[in-house]
């Protein structure tokens, strides 16, 4: 027996503009007016250097001279590509996040389109009700749709990625586009939906490897197997979508390899990055992805969970089991990646929030009403201390709270903007009337278990993007760093040297216009350092100690002096592939200081500009 029984007044779908504002107010705040931040300014470097390069760094893409050729470069052509259409009109950061938009349009409506066709399928229906009134197929598939999208917008994981011009958001949303793609193709098993299958795994391949493509169109074969499709049309046709997928990622591959850009082998180095995502699954990745996909995945995965559970009589759905197939394979895929980061989750969030849509049905009217009653005072709550600690920082009242808003930005003066404070405003009072909606109402519609967790954690983002953004841009911006190297900089400088990493140096190339040396290297009279009081001290202690374990005369030949220590600091330390030396005779006798600073917000990185001597 089926586990749904609903009636059609509980299928009401959600008006148009409602679903169009939430959207708007998701992906909105968070782009306007936002400085690159360490977590996407590496990014964004990539895609203002091809836009404002040649046809060789889009070949190699690389962040003003430094080759970062690891994803593949689907995300950042189609950023370079927004800057040149819309950087002239908005400036370069907004045009670049212009493409963050598509790309979250992209996930929104596959998903959306997704949940509707499985939804409206006979085997997702509700029982039939005794005496008639019981949803039509297409209203029930709408209202799973907006409920899926609901769900989709309400995940923490989402909300940390979806405002990044980041390759792993455009991993997500290829995702949702190549379920629906995969949905299309159980419902017409034809070649034209396998060649558009295809063109998914191929965008995903120029996105971040070929490993979640190979992986996916696997566990495509298998949901093939579940649903009892033809075997070998199946396979015929799952091999064109493979040929299709190889065409489409050979479009980079031919001409980059040809090229050899700047004498560099940027698929070779992009194929060793493929490689080095995969090995087997151990404790610490299985740890780490349970510790960090719980609240990441949240409130998804319960969801998704109890819809494995209350359809789990049931057989042959494609609802249950596409979703399935996909989750299980793609945390494989996780497991097996040793150096996966948070971003690499956002892939499970389209099959999870699908599935979750189908688990929302079978839940009983009080445990909806206790995830409304928690929604309502969690996020009504931290709401009113936002503004809380909005109103410390400018007054001064409560001390204490005002002492803990200034604390992580000092130097800091907060001032009062009428813009960001409307918008916020405005937003808190919407937030109001949804709450006073649900519960003078009191609704049956199946979304109204979602609407206040999604609608609340919008509220949030938007009081953080409006009332905090001059704050987190503050902290969180090189901005002002860039500014000052770029002060001292002499107007006649060659080029500059440099260890940074790529946030670093894409934020100082942009917001500095710093000339740095390019992708093949020159001999520059200038050198930036990047260090750090931690790495200098425990540089020192182990020079000391190898000073200790040697005779006195040998002491003073080989323990590691200053220039020493620093040598090993002029070098690029974050790279997958190994450490690149940047400059093996740095001594300081042969340079001058001309600037040393760094971010008031963090007091372990440093910043040096030397000038050479000689």
């Known amino acids: 027996m089926k586990p749904v029984r609903l009636p059609a007044a509980a299928t009401l779908a959600l008006p148009r503009w409602a679903l169009y504002a939430l959207g708007l107010l998701y992906i909105l705040p968070g782009l306007i007016g936002r400085d690159p931040w360490k977590d996407d300014a590496a990014s964004f470097g990539i895609m203002w250097t091809m836009a404002h390069g040649g046809f060789a760094d889009w070949l190699l893409p690389n962040i003003a001279g430094l080759p970062s050729p690891e994803e593949g470069p689907l ?176 479009v980079w591959i031919v001409p980059a390899s040809l090229a050899h850009t700047y004498g560099q082998n940027p698929v070779g180095d992009w194929m060793a990055w493929n490689a080095g995502q995969l090995s087997v699954p151990g404790w610490l990745s299985l740890k780490a992805f349970f510790r960090v996909g719980i609240w990441y995945l949240w409130p998804a995965w319960p969801f998704a969970a109890l819809a494995a559970w209350a359809w789990r009589r049931q057989h042959g759905l494609p609802h249950i089991i596409l979703p399935t197939c996909f989750v299980g394979a793609l945390t494989l895929l996780l497991l097996c990646d040793p150096v996966s980061e948070n971003g690499d989750l956002l892939k499970l969030l389209p099959p999870l929030a699908l599935m979750a849509a189908f688990g929302l049905p079978t839940m009983k009217r009080g445990t909806i009403n206790a995830i409304d009653w928690f929604s309502v005072m969690v996020l009504t709550l931290l709401g009113a201390l936002v503004w809380l600690f909005w109103i410390a920082k400018l007054t001064g009242w409560p001390a204490q709270l005002a002492k803990n808003a200034l604390k992580l930005v000092p130097g800091f003066t907060p001032e009062f903007g009428i813009v960001s404070f409307t918008v916020a405003a405005a937003v808190t009072v919407g937030w109001i009337f949804l709450v006073h909606w649900r519960l003078s109402r009191q609704p049956s519609v199946l979304w109204r278990a979602v609407v206040l967790s999604s609608g609340g954690l919008i509220l949030l983002w938007v009081l953080l993007m409006t009332l905090f953004l001059p704050d987190l841009n503050y902290s969180k911006s090189y901005a002002s760093v860039a500014r000052q190297i770029a002060a001292r ?126």
Request: hydrophobic share 45%; aromatic share 10%.
């Open 75 to 250: 995300a950042f052509w189609l950023g370079a590509l927004c800057i040149k259409l819309f950087g002239w009109l908005v400036g370069d950061v907004l045009g670049a996040r212009i493409s963050t938009i598509g790309i979250f349009v992209l996930g929104t409506v596959s998903l959306w389109h997704t949940a509707f066709r499985l939804g409206r399928r006979p085997e997702a229906q509700p029982l039939r009700l005794a005496f008639g009134g019981q949803p039509e197929p297409d209203d029930y598939g709408r209202t799973l749709a907006d409920t899926a999208v609901l769900l989709y917008l309400g995940c923490l994981g989402l909300l940390l990625h979806s405002h990044e011009t980041l390759a792993v958001t455009l991993q997500g949303s290829l995702l949702a586009w190549f379920l629906y793609r995969s949905v299309r193709y159980i419902e017409q098993a034809d070649t034209r939906n396998a060649v558009l299958v295809g063109a998914a795994l191929g965008a995903l391949t120029l996105t971040r490897g070929f490993a979640p493509p190979l992986v996916l169109l696997a566990a495509l074969y298998l949901c093939t197997r579940f649903l009892h499709l033809p075997a070998a049309p199946t396979l015929r046709h799952l091999g064109q979508a493979a040929g299709v997928a190889l065409l489409v990622a050979l």
């Open 489 to 614: 900089l002499p107007a006649d400088a060659d080029c500059i040297d440099t260890n940074v990493g790529p946030a670093q140096r894409a934020s100082f190339a942009y917001f500095g216009h710093l000339p740095f040396a390019g992708v093949e290297g020159s001999k520059c009279s200038f050198l930036l350092v990047q260090d750090s009081q931690r790495a200098l001290a425990q540089q020192k202690l182990e020079a000391q100690q190898k000073a200790d374990g040697l005779q006195k005369a040998e002491a003073q030949q080989k323990a590691a002096p200053k220039e020493d220590a620093e040598r090993r600091v002029i070098q690029y330390g974050e790279r997958l592939w190994g450490g690149k030396e940047v400059l093996s005779d740095f001594r300081p006798r042969d340079w001058t200081l001309l600037w040393e600073g760094r971010r008031p917000s963090d007091r372990d990185e440093r910043f040096r500009l030397y000038r050479r001597a000689r």
